[in-house]
């Protein structure tokens, strides 16, 4: 498991020296499926709450493609790469948020493999909003349009060996079988995420497991 605190702190204190300076800070945490993004938003939205910060969480997932969608442009099965998304769609809700206004999103309801619209309002009095999803620092058009766009960002640098690991335990737990768990990690999780390590944008903060060069760095040029 990472040690949160040693990625939220740092983080922490950038969004504190950004809020300082605007009315409202814009946060991308990105890295590949399975890196641990939602749980280092949740935990970090806990911290700046504490901290007087009001703080919401967006997550990129709600602008998935409908499967029927994806049927229509035979791309079921690549579900979870970036021409899978409504990407337009999205940079153009962050830029909203960017601007301070307030914004309903779209949430994704796992269980049941959909989008709901209009799942989540964003007031207009949010301080930090945290985005978290794959493309979020992502060399390709227009996903690449967001990264001038946080104010502080964040990667979490994952070995593709553990990121294999923790997205078969990821299709188990929603009751797939081991065959199945594995060949849906290996045929379209796995490619996805080496598709974001291969084309990364550079982050102010990289965040790496312990064991390899320390929790964080500052503004890597990865």
Same mark, same amino acid.
């Given at each position: 498991?990472?040690?949160?605190? +040693? ?10 020296? +950004?809020? +300082? ?6 946060? @991308? ?6 890196? @641990? ?45 970036? !021409?899978?998304?409504?990407?337009? @769609?999205?940079?153009? #809700? ?7 206004? !307030?914004? &309903?999103?779209? &949430?994704?309801?796992? +269980? ?15 301080? &930090? &909003?945290?985005? !978290? ?17 946080? /104010? ?7 070995? #593709? ?36 390590? /291969? ?24």
């Amino acid at each position: 498991m990472l040690d949160l605190t +040693a990625y939220i702190n740092p983080l922490a204190e950038m969004i504190h020296e +950004a809020a +300082a300076k605007k009315p409202r800070v814009i946060v @991308g945490v990105a890295g590949a499926p399975g890196s @641990g993004k939602s749980t280092l938003a949740s935990e970090l939205a806990r911290r700046l709450e504490r901290q007087k910060l009001k703080a919401r969480i967006v997550p990129m997932d709600g602008f998935h493609l409908d499967n029927v969608v994806l049927d229509q442009r035979g791309l079921r099965t690549r579900k979870g790469a970036p !021409e899978t998304f409504d990407a337009r @769609g999205f940079v153009l #809700l962050i830029k909203r948020l960017a601007r301070g206004e !307030e914004v &309903v999103a779209p &949430v994704f309801d796992r +269980a049941r493999d959909i989008a709901i619209a209009g799942a989540q309002l964003v007031e207009a009095d949010a301080q &930090v &909003v945290i985005v !978290e999803g794959n493309y979020l620092l992502f060399d390709e058009a227009p996903w690449s349009e967001l990264a001038r766009i946080w /104010d502080v960002s964040a990667y979490l640098d994952v070995p #593709l060996p553990e990121l294999r690991a923790r997205l078969i335990a990821r299709w188990l737990g929603h009751g797939l079988s081991r065959t199945a768990a594995t060949q849906r990690a290996t045929y379209n999780d796995v490619p996805n995420a080496q598709r974001v390590i /291969d084309r990364v944008l550079p982050a102010d903060l990289v965040l790496r497991p312990a064991y390899e060069s320390g929790p964080a760095q500052q503004r890597s040029g990865i």
